[in-house]
C-alpha cells in the first residue's frame, strides 16, 4: 500500500527565514497532495495541494514543488512569522474500490522563533 | 454552516467500557472518514464511508465499528475500550467531485 514519509519531524526557523519540509511516497498512482496544517488543539486545514499534472503551486508565502519521477513533494514557507508555528501534515492520495483516501505523513513540527 | 463537528470533545473510559463517538456534517458531502491521530504517527485512517451505506476499513480498524446513519452523520463505536485506543479521533468530509477533506475539531479519549 501507499507509505508517506515526511522530513523533518521538528524544525525551528528564525522570524522571516524560510521553511522547507520535504515528503515521499510510494505508490506511483497517486495523483493528488495535500499539505494540512493543524494548530493546537483544533483539526487539520488544508493550506496547499497539488495535482500530479502540476510541477508547483504557489499561494502567497506559501508554495509546493512535485517531483512525480522521484516521487517526491516538498512545502515551502516564505519569510516566516509566529503565527507560522504549527504542526504541517503532508498526505498524498489512493484510490480503492469504495473511494478515495488520504495516506498522511507522520507531521512536522515548526516552530518560527521571534 | 458549522462545517464538520463532533461530540465529545473529551471522553475517558475504563478499560472494557463502550462508547460512541459521533460526527456530523452540514456540507452535502458524500464521504466521510474517521481517522486517530497518535504521537509521531501522523492521522491514521479507522474506517471511512464513500456514500451513505456503504462503509470501509481503512489502516486501523481493529476495535472499531462505523455507522453511516445518514448523509450527515458517521458514528464510530468502541464496544470494549482499550487503553491502546487512547487518542485523538477526527472526523472528516469531502465532496465527491473534490480531494479536499474537511476536518472536524476532534475528540480526545483516554482508555484506563
Known amino acids: 500500500g501507499e507509505n508517506v514519509e515526511q522530513h523533518p519531524s521538528t524544525l525551528s526557523v528564525q522570524e522571516g527565514d524560510s521553511a522547507v519540509i520535504k515528503c515521499t511516497y510510494s505508490?506511483?498512482?497517486?495523483?493528488?497532495f495535500p499539505w494540512y496544517k493543524q494548530e493546537l488543539g483544533k483539526g487539520p486545514q488544508l493550506i496547499i495541494d497539488?495535482?500530479?499534472?502540476?510541477g508547483e503551486k504557489k499561494d502567497q508565502r506559501i508554495a509546493v514543488t512535485l517531483n512525480k519521477t522521484a516521487k517526491h513533494f516538498s512545502l515551502h514557507i516564505t519569510e516566516t512569522q509566529p503565527e507560522d508555528s504549527a504542526v504541517y501534515f503532508c498526505a498524498a492520495s489512493i484510490r480503492s474500490e469504495y473511494g478515495n483516501k488520504l495516506v498522511f505523513g507522520a507531521g512536522t513540527i515548526l516552530r518560527v522563533k521571534s | 454552516n458549522a462545517g464538520v463537528t463532533q461530540t465529545p470533545k473529551f471522553q475517558v473510559l475504563k478499560t472494557g467500557q463502550s462508547m460512541t463517538l459521533q460526527c456530523a456534517q452540514d456540507?452535502?458531502?458524500?464521504?466521510m472518514y474517521w481517522y486517530r491521530q497518535d504521537p509521531g504517527m501522523g492521522l491514521r485512517l479507522i474506517y471511512y464511508?464513500?456514500?451513505?451505506?456503504?462503509?470501509d476499513k481503512g489502516e486501523v480498524p481493529n476495535g472499531y465499528n462505523v455507522s453511516r446513519l445518514n448523509k450527515r452523520e458517521f458514528s464510530l463505536r468502541l464496544e470494549s475500550a482499550a487503553p491502546s485506543q487512547t487518542s485523538v479521533y477526527f472526523c472528516a468530509s469531502r465532496l465527491t467531485l473534490s480531494y479536499e477533506q474537511y476536518f472536524g475539531p476532534g475528540t480526545r479519549l483516554t482508555v484506563t
Open positions: 497539488i495535482r500530479s499534472n502540476v
Open positions: 456540507m452535502n458531502h458524500n464521504s
Open positions: 464511508s464513500a456514500s451513505e451505506g456503504t462503509t
Open positions: 505508490d506511483s498512482a497517486s495523483n493528488y
